[in-house]
């Protein structure tokens, strides 16, 4: 392998649709019908939680009572959660998530420009799931760029993106050993390189795509049947978050994954987790991580300029 190829980056940060499960254990869609109700879920192993601080209280300061509409329904599991959601009559199980999507989205559109946050994932590539990673990042959304900084592994490891100065390049730099005697080397963000062992290039990245790419996989979903939702208010990280658990009990060309979960943390108000599982390989067995992405320490509009993603600044790749 070339000293280029070993310089190629996990910078992967944001949630695309699942690859569809094999052939042999896919089967035709079940459209749904207003009335229909949801499948009753494959009796399995629970999807693994997140490390979670678990003494944390779970009461929000902030929770005040849903104002619902003539015949909604609040879902068990929300008592403590602060945000507007409910179940009409008759209604897709996913409509009160896409709700809740819809007004993260409009808050990342209307108050956030950008963020810095710790950055902490797992991957399946190529069968097998990555080691965690932690990373520092910083996103900002107009123009769109992102800068990233390895804490484990590859500690020091560098990676710039800049839509409006780098275009379809990325810029690397190791972050120790005779590796970054090299320097900088600029890569397109979708070739070989740069997407050696990684699930997605590093321009779908952050909370806002996710937001978006979770919204899109939803509104397609609602066209289907054998669909079960579930909520609970947990701790990631010591905060409080909405949890959303989307399970798909049976495998169809239709879906993208088994069970999905999403965490919208109560105070910022937007998707901050999220992780996704495929159908169990044989019987007996449990869900198989697909992919995961949780964002901590998360600071909103700190600030960020074209400084922080100019390659040339000597704060940058040192």
């Known amino acids: 392998m070339t000293p280029a190829a070993r310089l190629a980056l996990a910078v992967t940060l944001a949630a695309l649709p699942l690859a569809p499960a094999?052939?042999?254990?896919?089967?035709?869609?079940?459209?749904?019908?207003?009335?229909?109700?949801?499948?009753?879920p494959v009796q399995l192993a629970q999807a693994p939680a997140p490390a979670a601080a678990a003494s944390t209280p779970m009461v929000d300061p902030r929770v005040t009572p849903v104002s619902m509409p003539a015949g909604a329904t609040r879902p068990e599991g929300l008592e403590e959660s602060p945000f507007d959601i409910y179940e009409l009559p008759g209604e897709h199980p996913l409509m009160p998530c896409i709700r809740l999507a819809e007004q993260g989205l409009s808050e990342i559109n209307a108050n956030v420009r950008g963020y810095s946050a710790t950055l902490t994932k797992k991957e399946r590539i190529d069968g097998k799931v990555t080691p965690?990673?932690?990373?520092?990042?910083?996103?900002?959304?107009?123009?769109?760029?992102?800068?990233?900084?390895?804490?484990?592994?590859?500690?020091?490891?560098?990676?710039?993106?800049?839509?409006?100065?780098?275009?379809?390049?990325?810029?690397?730099?190791?972050?120790?050993?005779?590796?970054?005697?090299?320097?900088?080397?600029?890569?397109?963000?979708?070739?070989?390189?740069?997407?050696?062992?990684?699930r997605y290039p590093i321009t779908m990245t952050g909370m806002k795509y996710l937001t978006e790419e979770l919204l899109r996989i939803a509104r397609e979903d609602v066209k289907y049947g054998e669909c079960e939702t579930k909520y609970a208010v947990v701790p990631v990280d010591g905060r409080p978050c909405t949890m959303i658990r989307v399970e798909h009990p049976v495998p169809r060309r239709n879906f993208r994954f088994?069970?999905?979960?999403?965490?919208?943390?109560?105070?910022?108000?937007?998707?901050?987790g999220y992780d996704a599982y495929s159908w169990p390989l044989k019987p007996g067995d449990g869900p198989q991580l697909e992919e995961s992405y949780f964002h901590t320490n998360v600071v909103l509009n700190p600030g960020l300029t074209d400084a922080d993603f100019d390659e040339n600044n000597p704060a940058l790749f040192q």
């Open 22 to 40: 094999t052939a042999q254990q896919l089967t035709q869609p079940v459209y749904r019908v207003p009335d229909q109700q949801a499948a009753a």
């Open 132 to 198: 965690a990673q932690q990373v520092a990042l910083k996103v900002r959304h107009e123009p769109f760029s992102v800068y990233v900084k390895f804490v484990q592994p590859f500690a020091g490891r560098e990676v710039l993106y800049n839509s409006a100065a780098n275009k379809n390049k990325l810029i690397a730099l190791e972050g120790s050993g005779w590796k970054r005697k090299i320097g900088k080397v600029h890569l397109p963000v979708d070739g070989r390189l740069a997407m050696d062992g990684q």
């Open 258 to 272: 088994y069970i999905a979960r999403i965490f919208v943390d109560h105070e910022l108000r937007i998707p901050t």
